[in-house]
């Protein structure tokens, strides 16, 4: 029983990166960009989270404002990069697989050049401390694996419902999905629809460095070239898998970092196993879920990955 | 200017544009991470070229990205991006060394080809199984390679930590020494390998498939109408498959060719980023395999350089990365802005404005008063 | 809802009455064309102006020009007098303006509300959407004019006819005191034609309008004066009363075009495609294909009329190999077609003119002489020993049928994908053609093309039936169908409702079956 608790505690407390990153993605597919450069993002995010506590600790414990800070500046950064994409894919229409690509490259190349240049080599920062919720984390099971979470996967997880909010109930959710699914129409009804997908790349670009950033300042505390590790590829696919709806991609998250979790547990328990093939697992669930993932869904956005263009006739 | 002109002068500013805007931002984030930008540059691109040694050195760095790039080449011309080299290629690598340690004792003539087959195969199937996902169940191929990149490189590990490590060793994952019925022969005193000679001649070959063969042309026809394909009795989902398979096999050729030619052990991080790198080359070649030639050239030097530049100058070797996503990036974008023509029509006409005769300008205004008038 | 709040609601949304509206010397280029060519129109209050041209004369381009969805390159705008510049159609929509497309520009995974709700800005409050009142909204519009919607229906769940009345309650929600209609009849049928005319004829009491159209029965039924576009310049302005349909007709080609008709005596060949209780899924895996019932002799023109979404596509997938089928059967001279692949079916002798020559028609990046021989790459004329390409038998072949079928272009190198859409059917036409094939299959063969085009296809078509070849032509024109068919088959919700002789067949009678009601 320990260990079942000790495996779900571990996937609530880790499936924040996966999940923020979806969500991110999620926000950029519904307004019809593919932003396959998620991976380099989320590796800025996480080499920006850990720059600024480090720089100011060195090492060594720092205020809690400094974190904040290095959020704020990681979406900061994550948006700047939405945009580059933006004009990319966008406003010169680049096709946004190859595109994506790039910025992966870009962003994960970047990040590990910085590192060296301003960090150095493996330096490691305290991770941000769990916050028990009174009586709440008492509660047998329950407690340990639902509310002994640190602030910031509270607030991811809280974020779920206002995603959902925010795309179905507002007129900037509203703008979103109309021009992923039929940019015309909403062009025809005054909608700027690159000015709405430059939005929603900001929006979502953000989220994918917040969620590297959770994985270098409250997740490993340290950062490294490779720490990354796919889930940004993952995170594309996560949305897919939850076919653009907030709620679906919170369980497509919790089940892949489950899968990512039974390679501590299992090694924790000292079992003899080649650990490759558990550390395998969740790439090869993401080839099966995706193989059985519906193409032919009435929620997806139907111009994913088609840049507009007003003046060109279909 | 007549109008083919201008498009002519317009597509070369676009490039012209394009290789500056590259570089410039290559010299920004050089001189962020703290490094003399001119130094850096000079090092990383032209003194590789000034010894015999030095160029060797490139051109060992650019035969697997060639033989990578053409297979990319290959898939990218019938509508699949492969981005799994890194995967194929580890595979490559792991079905060489298999055959290798399995069946040492045997003639090279025997025991080579079968090494260089294994490889091929390996390759090919990791290419496989995204073609057939595709083409069967249409998962993106861009994420399932990427997959398949994660899993041939745990199965890497598990090979080189179990089976294949070499017992005097002491721990370090490697195989041993391979027997040398599987070395593929260096060109004179130079580390240069006959994979230079594999890499030209498949050049050659891939530009007659492509172009000259029926199976090119339906391969081509998947890649640029896939409905138009489909339409025209073209079977897309063999032909897509069978791409990504024949560039699989590209990718673990070039795994091959790298321990029979250069390491002639198997030991971790033989992939060192080409498959990665294979898309770069093959976009900066144009797609075209006698434009992947000196792609694979340059872009093996600004390996080599960097390389060189990290240990000489502390400029971090993750460099090599930024300029190839740079260069996809600014590559993307400039065929964008090359093939719009309606940006070229404004800005010829914008351009027509301002070098405009007076007379002509009043003839003009002259016109619109009368049409004015009426 | 009484009227009073309505007035109010009305009054406070909208800006003054449109007296004029005047559009001078627009001028708009676009790569090669000259779209809109020095166009000066004007319509007063109540008036309904008919802008009639053929495809391709500009009429969308100058209307999204008023729109503010293009910017004229030289030209003005003005309403009652006034010079007016709509940087988007948020400013065209504050003076009054409001324009129902050709393509409806509706969100289909959106409900109406929702469509609604994306022009309506004033229920944008801050971060909060305010649905509820649009929805009020939409109830006052379609009970005011009578148009009546499900304002919590799915766009995709809707039908044609309904979807144009959306389109028309959603314009009017948004305040529109001046209407642009882009041939707002292309999709329905001759009776919901009848109702639509009739409603909006109700609405100039209130509105004006301008009216696209190339139907001349239409334009003489609701306008009153007539502006005619011919390659994007305007050829004529007048009251329509004044002038006949056939005056106006010749004016919009500048030419006498007459249209082929098949008046040749029936061939009554043999059955040669015979499907029986055909049964196939649309994309969304629901029935397209219903039962399905047709037979098609050797040497006729089976014309298949009906709304488009009817089945039309599915069912010339379904035959040529490129949509599986669920059950029933397809014989095509005794052999059988379901589920094959679209090469056996090639090879059969079949030929098919698909619905979108853009990109299933054609390759767009490949060359016309590329294209020409996309069926037959391994034909032993076009290839060594089906493995190598016989580059000067493909240029010789492209040559010979850009002279046969007039492909207008500067040599055979350049990309489909450039040619006009003329052209392009042009291209298509010469491989099916030039294949010889026992059968051809034509889907909306002619949609889009000017009446040169037009002339010629159907001319080719009337030849390859002299030739024994049986055809199944799939329109949306009745006058294309009714020009050219030997019987005409009605389809409707993936059923043959009723086959006609050519002779019987009137514009009600296959108006009242497109419809969906037998007798």
């Known amino acids: 029983m320990n260990f079942v608790v000790q495996l779900l505690s571990m996937t609530m407390s880790f499936s924040v990166a996966l999940l923020l990153a979806s969500l991110g993605e999620m926000f950029n597919q519904r307004a019809g960009v593919f932003n396959l450069g998620c991976e380099g993002v989320m590796a800025m995010g996480a080499f920006v989270g850990m720059l600024i506590p480090f720089t100011i600790g060195q090492g060594g414990a720092v205020s809690m404002w400094w974190y904040v800070l290095s959020y704020v500046v990681a979406a900061f950064v994550g948006a700047l990069l939405g945009l580059l994409f933006g004009v990319i894919t966008v406003t010169f229409r680049a096709p946004q697989g190859i595109a994506g690509i790039g910025l992966q490259m ?198 994913l990955g088609k840049p507009f263009n007003r003046e060109i006739r279909t | 200017m007549t109008e083919n002109s201008f498009k002519i002068v317009y597509k070369l500013s676009v490039a012209v544009l394009a290789v500056l805007i590259a570089i410039a931002i290559s010299a920004i984030v050089l001189a962020v991470v703290g490094a003399n930008v001119l130094d850096a540059f000079y090092m990383i691109v032209f003194q590789p070229l000034t010894s015999i040694g030095h160029i060797s050195e490139v051109l060992l760095r650019a035969i697997p990205l060639c033989i990578v790039a053409l297979g990319v080449c290959i898939a990218y011309r019938s509508g699949i991006i492969n981005i799994g080299g890194e995967g194929q290629m580890a595979m490559g690598v792991i079905a060489f060394t298999g055959v290798a340690l399995a069946m040492e004792g045997l003639p090279i003539f025997i025991h080579l080809p079968l090494a260089i087959l294994a490889a091929i195969l390996g390759g090919a199937l990791w290419g496989f199984i995204p073609g057939i996902l595709k083409a069967k169940l249409k998962v993106s191929e861009l994420l399932s390679t990427v997959m398949l990149n994660y899993i041939a490189a745990q199965l890497y590990s598990l090979c080189l930590r179990t089976i294949y490590m070499d017992p005097a060793g002491g721990g370090t994952p490697m195989s041993k020494r391979l027997s040398s019925s599987v070395f593929l022969s260096r060109i004179g005193r130079t580390p240069i390998h006959v994979g230079l000679i594999f890499a030209l001649i498949l050049a050659v070959l891939v530009w007659l498939l492509m172009w000259k063969t029926t199976l090119g042309y339906k391969m081509r026809a998947a890649g640029s109408g896939a409905r138009a394909a489909r339409y025209g009795g073209i079977n897309v989902a063999f032909y897509v498959t069978l791409a990504i398979s024949i560039s699989g096999a590209f990718a673990g050729l070039a795994g091959a060719v790298e321990i029979g030619g250069v390491h002639r052990r198997m030991i971790e991080g033989v992939t060192n980023g080409y498959g990665f790198a294979g898309v770069v080359v093959a976009l900066f070649g144009g797609l075209h395999p006698f434009g992947i030639i000196p792609a694979a050239f340059f872009f093996g030097l600004m390996k080599y350089g960097v390389m060189r530049a990290a240990s000489q100058m502390g400029i971090p070797a993750n460099m090599v990365d930024v300029i190839q996503g740079i260069t996809i990036l600014v590559i993307v974008t400039a065929q964008m802005i090359m093939s719009n023509t309606y940006l070229q029509a404004r800005i010829r006409r914008n351009l027509g404005k301002l070098i405009l005769t007076k007379k002509e300008r009043e003839e003009i205004a002259q016109n619109r008063a009368e049409g004015g008038a009426k | 809802m009484n009227r009073d709040s309505l007035a109010k609601k009305r009054s406070e949304s909208e800006s003054k009455k449109i007296t004029s509206l005047k559009m001078e010397h627009i001028t708009k280029r676009f790569p090669g064309v000259l779209a809109s060519d020095d166009i000066t129109i004007e319509v007063g209050e109540g008036e309904v102006l008919a802008l009639v041209g053929e495809n391709g004369a500009g009429k969308t381009t100058l209307m999204n020009q008023l729109m503010g969805l293009y910017q004229p390159d030289e030209g003005r705008i003005l309403i009652n007098g006034e010079e007016v510049h709509f940087k988007g159609p948020n400013d065209a929509f504050k003076a009054g303006l409001g324009m129902v497309h050709q393509q409806y520009m509706l969100v289909p995974n959106m409900t109406v509300t929702e469509n609604v709700a994306l022009g309506y800005k004033k229920a944008w409050k801050g971060i909060k959407l305010d649905l509820k009142e649009i929805r009020k909204r939409i109830v006052e519009v379609s009970e005011h004019y009578g148009l009546l919607v499900n304002p919590d229906a799915y766009i995709w769940q809707l039908s044609v006819g309904e979807q144009q009345r959306v389109e028309l309650v959603k314009t009017l929600c948004l305040g529109a005191k001046f209407l642009i209609l882009d041939e707002p009849t292309s999709a329905l049928t001759p009776q919901e034609t009848d109702e639509l005319i009739a409603l909006l004829k109700n609405m100039t009491s209130e509105l004006s309008i301008i009216f696209i159209s190339h139907k001349l029965a239409e334009v003489k039924a609701l306008s009153n004066k007539v502006t005619i576009l011919r390659h994007g310049a305007v050829v004529f302005n007048g009251n ?175 990309a489909a994908g450039s040619l006009s859409g003329g052209n392009i059917q042009k291209v298509i036409l010469a491989r099916e053609i030039d294949r010889e094939p026992k059968f051809l299959i034509a889907v909306y063969p002619t949609r889009g093309l000017d009446l040169g085009a037009v002339q010629f296809i159907h001319n080719e078509l009337l030849k390859k039936r002299r030739d024994n070849v049986g055809i199944l032509l799939i329109s949306e024109e009745l006058d294309e169908i009714m020009n050219l068919s030997d019987r005409i088959a009605v389809i409707y919700k993936g059923q043959i409702q009723d086959i006609l002789d050519h002779k019987d067949a009137t514009r009600a009678k296959l108006g009242i079956l497109m419809a969906g009601v037998k007798e």
Request: net charge neutral; hydrophobic share 45%; aromatic share 10%.
């Open chain 3, 240 to 414: 329509t009363d004044d002038y006949s349909s056939s005056e106006i007709a010749a004016k919009m080609t500048g030419h006498e075009v007459e249209l082929p008709e098949n008046k040749e005596p029936d061939m009554h060949g043999d059955v040669v495609l015979n499907i029986e209780n055909l049964t196939v899924m649309s994309d969304m895996k629901v029935p397209a294909l219903n039962g399905l019932n047709l037979q098609v002799k050797a040497g006729e023109i089976l014309g298949l009329a009906g709304v488009s979404g009817n089945g039309q596509r599915e069912l010339a997938e379904a035959i040529n190999g490129l949509r599986p089928v669920h059950s029933g059967k397809i014989e095509f001279y005794g052999d059988e077609f379901s589920n094959k692949r679209p090469s056996y079916v090639i090879k059969r002798g079949m030929g098919y003119i698909p619905e979108e020559r853009n990109i299933e028609g054609i390759v767009p990046p490949f060359s016309i002489k590329e294209n020409l021989v996309l069926k037959d790459s391994t034909n032993k004329k076009f290839s060594r020993g089906k493995s190598i390409v016989k580059a000067k038998d493909i240029q010789k072949n492209a040559e010979r049928l850009k002279e046969e079928f007039d492909i207008r272009c500067p040599n055979t190198s350049i």
């Open chain 1, 106 to 303: 870009f962003g994960v190349g970047l990040a590990g050049a910085l590192f060296r240049t301003f960090v150095g080599g493996t330096q490691s920062i305290p991770t941000i401390p769990k916050l028990a919720i009174p009586l709440l984390s008492k509660i047998t099971y329950i407690g340990e694996i639902f509310f002994n979470l640190n602030i910031v996967a509270y607030l991811s997880y809280i974020f779920v419902p206002v995603a959902w909010l925010i795309l179905f109930k507002t007129p900037w959710g509203l703008k979103i999905r109309a021009v992923g699914t039929h940019p015309r129409a909403a062009d025809s009804m005054g909608i700027n629809v690159n000015r709405t997908r430059y939005e929603a790349l900001a929006f979502g670009s953000a989220l994918a460095s917040i969620s590297g950033c959770f994985l270098s300042t409250a997740q490993a505390g340290l950062f490294s070239d490779t720490m990354i590790a796919g889930r940004g590829f993952i995170a594309v696919a996560l949305v897919y898998f939850g076919h653009w709806h907030p709620l679906q991609i919170l369980g497509g998250a919790l089940l892949f970092t489950f899968a990512q979790s039974l390679q501590t547990g299992i090694q924790s328990l000292g079992i003899s196993f080649p650990y490759e093939l558990l550390v395998m697992l969740p790439y090869v669930l993401v080839v099966v879920v995706l193989s059985f993932t519906s193409r032919n869904d009435t929620m997806a956005p139907a111009q």
